[in-house]
C-alpha cells in the first residue's frame, strides 16, 4: 500500500507543478500600454510652439532629442540618483517623458529602474516614448527633431 500512495503524492505534486506552470503570469512592466508614448505624437509637440511642453529627460547614453535632459543611464545608480533629484523639484502631477534608446526595451537596462522610480515618486503623468528599436531607427531617421 506504501508504494501506492508515494505514487499517488508524487502524481498530485507533478499535476500541481504543471497546473501552476499554466497560471504563471510574467511579471508586468511598471508602465501601461496608455503610458507608451509614440514617436511621431512628442515630435508633433515638440515642434508645436503653442503645445505645452513635457520635460524630457534622457535616461540612456546621449539626450539627442531636441531639447531633453541628460540624466544618463539609469541602470547606474549614481544617475538613477540624479533623476531622483531632479524629479524631487517637480510638481506630482509633470508632464514628463522618459527615453532611452540604446535597444529594444526587452533588452534596455535602463527603463525599467526610471519608470519604477516615477511610480515610487508617485507621479501621474508620466510617458515612456515607444522606442520599438532604437533611438536612430525610430526618431533620428524619422527626420525628428535633435539637439543641436
Known amino acids: 500500500m506504501k508504494p501506492i500512495k508515494n505514487i499517488f503524492i508524487i502524481l498530485l505534486t507533478i499535476a ?14 511598471p508602465w501601461s500600454e496608455e503610458q507608451l508614448l509614440a514617436p511621431a505624437d512628442l515630435a508633433k509637440t515638440i515642434t508645436d510652439a503653442k503645445a505645452i511642453q513635457p520635460l524630457i529627460l534622457c535616461i540612456g547614453p546621449g ?14 545608480k ?16 509633470a508632464d ?25 515618486m508617485h507621479f501621474t503623468h508620466q510617458k515612456l516614448l515607444n522606442l520599438e528599436h532604437n533611438l536612430k ?12
Open 16 to 29: 500541481v507543478i504543471f497546473a501552476l506552470s499554466f497560471t504563471y503570469k510574467q511579471p508586468t512592466e
Open 137 to 148: 531607427t525610430d526618431w533620428i531617421d524619422k527626420g525628428y527633431p535633435v539637439n543641436n
Open 96 to 120: 514628463i517623458v522618459i527615453y532611452c534608446g540604446c535597444c529594444p526595451f526587452e533588452h534596455c537596462p535602463n527603463v525599467r529602474p526610471a519608470f519604477a522610480l516615477l511610480n515610487e
Open 63 to 76: 539626450a539627442l532629442i531636441k531639447g531633453s535632459v541628460n540624466i544618463g543611464p539609469a541602470s547606474n
Open 78 to 93: 549614481e544617475n538613477l540618483d540624479k533623476l531622483r533629484d531632479t524629479l524631487e523639484k517637480l510638481p506630482k502631477d
